[in-house]
């Protein structure tokens, strides 16, 4: 019996299994891995999240005490960072009674640090002063003191534009320039008094 046939069958179904056309299954998972390697990261990924910085400048009025005088007066903050600012501000110092034609003034230079980025909560005042008292009806008769202080606090920002704020401290001056002729009993010329002054202040404002 010839094997011919067997064998031409045999090479026959190699050779159609070779060349015919192979239908591949798809893979369910693979656009799920594809899709997986390609997405882009989560956009909080990509960069930690800003604190807000609130509106860049404040102009307020200041009223208080320095020891036991009652001075009040107007400044003004601009923010240098969500919670850094820098303050400038000019008071004026009420004499006592009987000493009215002894007058005062008080300017400070100072950095606002916050607790919280939004003018809201608990905050630090360091501040550089100078302050000078001076007669009314002569002007050039003057002390002229120098000094710096330190303060702590809590404020309140409200509706993203009205500020509130209360504070308490203390600062000391050294008198540069003194007339004789003047401040001659220190207790009514608080800018000549050697020592340590307790500070009150409340403070309203407005953001620019």
């Not at 990924?45 to 005088?69: H, K």
Request: with cysteine; hydrophobic share 45%.
């Amino acid at each position: 019996m010839s094997l011919l046939p067997d064998v031409a069958q045999i090479v026959c179904s190699t050779l159609w299994l070779a060349l015919a056309p192979r239908t591949e299954v798809p893979d369910p998972d693979a656009s799920a891995r594809q899709a997986s390697t390609t997405a882009p990261p989560p956009i909080h990924e990509l960069e930690p999240p800003r604190e807000p910085i609130p509106r860049p400048g404040i102009v307020f009025a200041r009223a208080g005490m320095l020891s036991n005088f009652v001075r009040s007066g107007v400044g003004y903050r601009h923010a240098l960072a969500p919670r850094i600012e820098v303050e400038a501000a000019v008071e004026y110092v009420f004499p006592h009674l009987g000493h009215r034609h002894l007058r005062a003034i008080t300017q400070s230079l100072g950095v606002v640090v916050w607790v919280l980025p939004t003018r809201s909560g608990a905050f630090l005042n360091p501040t550089i002063n100078s302050g000078q008292h001076f007669l009314s009806i002569a002007p050039s008769m003057r002390v002229v003191a120098i000094g710096g202080g330190a303060s702590a606090g809590w404020g309140r920002s409200f509706a993203d534009r009205i500020w509130v704020a209360a504070q308490a401290g203390t600062s000391r001056f050294r008198t540069s320039s003194h007339d004789r002729n003047i401040c001659t009993d220190t207790k009514f010329c608080v800018f000549t008094q050697d020592r340590w002054l307790a500070h009150v202040n409340l403070s309203f404002g407005v953001a620019l």
